[in-house]
Protein backbone atom coordinates (compact mmCIF):
# COMPACT_ATOMS: atom_id res chain seq x y z
CA UNK A 1 0.00 0.00 0.00
CA UNK A 2 1.52 4.06 -0.87
CA UNK A 3 1.08 6.18 2.12
CA UNK A 4 1.23 9.80 1.27
CA UNK A 5 2.48 12.10 3.42
CA UNK A 6 1.39 15.85 3.07
CA UNK A 7 4.28 18.67 3.94
CA UNK A 8 4.65 22.37 3.46
CA UNK A 9 1.90 24.11 5.44
CA UNK A 10 2.62 26.56 7.88
CA UNK A 11 1.61 30.24 8.50
CA UNK A 12 1.80 32.53 5.91
CA UNK A 13 0.74 36.29 5.47
CA UNK A 14 -1.82 37.54 2.84
CA UNK A 15 0.19 37.78 -0.44
CA UNK A 16 2.51 35.28 0.65
CA UNK A 17 3.62 31.89 -1.55
CA UNK A 18 3.50 28.41 0.32
CA UNK A 19 4.58 25.14 -1.85
CA UNK A 20 3.15 21.94 -0.63
CA UNK A 21 5.02 19.00 -1.23
CA UNK A 22 3.44 15.39 -1.07
CA UNK A 23 5.64 12.51 -0.81
CA UNK A 24 4.16 8.89 -1.73
CA UNK A 25 5.80 5.47 -0.34
CA UNK A 26 5.54 3.63 -3.44
CA UNK A 27 5.64 4.25 -7.13
CA UNK A 28 2.77 6.83 -8.21
CA UNK A 29 2.74 6.23 -12.18
CA UNK A 30 0.00 3.96 -11.10
CA UNK A 31 -2.33 6.67 -10.00
CA UNK A 32 -3.95 8.05 -13.53
CA UNK A 33 -5.59 11.16 -10.98
CA UNK A 34 -3.62 13.03 -8.27
CA UNK A 35 -4.97 15.95 -6.69
CA UNK A 36 -4.87 18.38 -3.65
CA UNK A 37 -8.09 18.96 -1.48
CA UNK A 38 -8.98 21.47 1.47
CA UNK A 39 -10.85 21.65 3.90
CA UNK A 40 -11.54 24.76 6.31
CA UNK A 41 -13.43 24.49 9.52
CA UNK A 42 -17.37 23.92 9.71
CA UNK A 43 -17.12 23.13 5.53
CA UNK A 44 -17.10 20.01 3.61
CA UNK A 45 -13.56 18.72 1.77
CA UNK A 46 -13.70 20.62 -1.60
CA UNK A 47 -11.81 19.96 -4.72
CA UNK A 48 -8.44 22.47 -5.36
CA UNK A 49 -6.70 21.46 -8.26
CA UNK A 50 -5.95 17.68 -9.95
CA UNK A 51 -3.35 16.77 -12.30
CA UNK A 52 -3.63 13.69 -15.11
CA UNK A 53 -3.45 14.17 -18.75
CA UNK A 54 -4.34 17.68 -17.80
CA UNK A 55 -4.45 19.79 -14.83
CA UNK A 56 -7.48 21.26 -13.67
CA UNK A 57 -8.42 23.76 -10.98
CA UNK A 58 -11.17 25.50 -8.78
CA UNK A 59 -11.78 29.10 -9.70
CA UNK A 60 -11.53 30.51 -6.73
CA UNK A 61 -7.44 29.18 -7.22
CA UNK A 62 -7.28 29.60 -10.53
CA UNK A 63 -3.75 31.81 -11.86
CA UNK A 64 -2.60 31.42 -8.01
CA UNK A 65 -1.68 27.95 -7.63
CA UNK A 66 -0.20 25.10 -9.84
CA UNK A 67 0.03 21.51 -9.29
CA UNK A 68 2.49 19.29 -10.83
CA UNK A 69 3.52 15.75 -10.07
CA UNK A 70 7.41 14.32 -10.54
CA UNK A 71 7.18 10.46 -11.18
CA UNK A 72 10.40 10.29 -10.87
CA UNK A 73 10.58 11.12 -7.09
CA UNK A 74 6.52 10.11 -6.19
CA UNK A 75 6.02 13.36 -5.23
CA UNK A 76 3.13 15.65 -6.12
CA UNK A 77 3.11 19.13 -5.18
CA UNK A 78 0.60 22.59 -4.98
CA UNK A 79 2.69 25.82 -5.39
CA UNK A 80 0.31 28.66 -3.66
CA UNK A 81 0.90 32.27 -4.68
CA UNK A 82 -0.99 35.53 -3.77
CA UNK A 83 -2.48 33.62 -0.46
CA UNK A 84 -5.88 34.68 0.56
CA UNK A 85 -7.44 34.29 4.19
CA UNK A 86 -10.01 32.33 2.53
CA UNK A 87 -7.04 29.98 1.79
CA UNK A 88 -6.89 29.01 4.82
CA UNK A 89 -7.79 25.34 5.40
CA UNK A 90 -6.15 21.83 5.84
CA UNK A 91 -4.75 20.29 2.31
CA UNK A 92 -4.97 16.90 1.52
CA UNK A 93 -3.80 15.21 -1.19
CA UNK A 94 -5.25 12.48 -2.98
CA UNK A 95 -4.84 9.61 -5.64
CA UNK A 96 -6.76 7.23 -7.52
CA UNK A 97 -6.45 4.86 -9.72
CA UNK A 98 -8.63 1.43 -10.22
CA UNK A 99 -8.24 -0.24 -7.27
CA UNK A 100 -7.24 2.76 -4.64
CA UNK A 101 -8.87 5.69 -3.65
CA UNK A 102 -5.67 7.06 -1.23
CA UNK A 103 -5.98 10.74 1.19
CA UNK A 104 -2.64 12.13 2.59
CA UNK A 105 -3.38 12.86 6.79
CA UNK A 106 -3.06 16.77 5.68
CA UNK A 107 -1.15 20.00 6.55
CA UNK A 108 -2.41 23.27 7.65
CA UNK A 109 -2.45 26.14 5.44
CA UNK A 110 -3.37 29.45 7.64
CA UNK A 111 -3.30 32.89 6.06
CA UNK A 112 -3.36 35.49 8.43
CA UNK A 113 -1.61 38.83 8.59
Known amino acids: QVRFVESGGGLVQPGGSLRLSCAAS????????MGWYRQAPGKQRELVAT?????SYADSVKGRFTISRDNTNNALYLQMNNLKPDDTAVYYC?????????WGQGTQVTVSS
Open 51 to 55: ISDIT
Open 94 to 102: HALNDYRND
Open 26 to 33: GSISSFYV
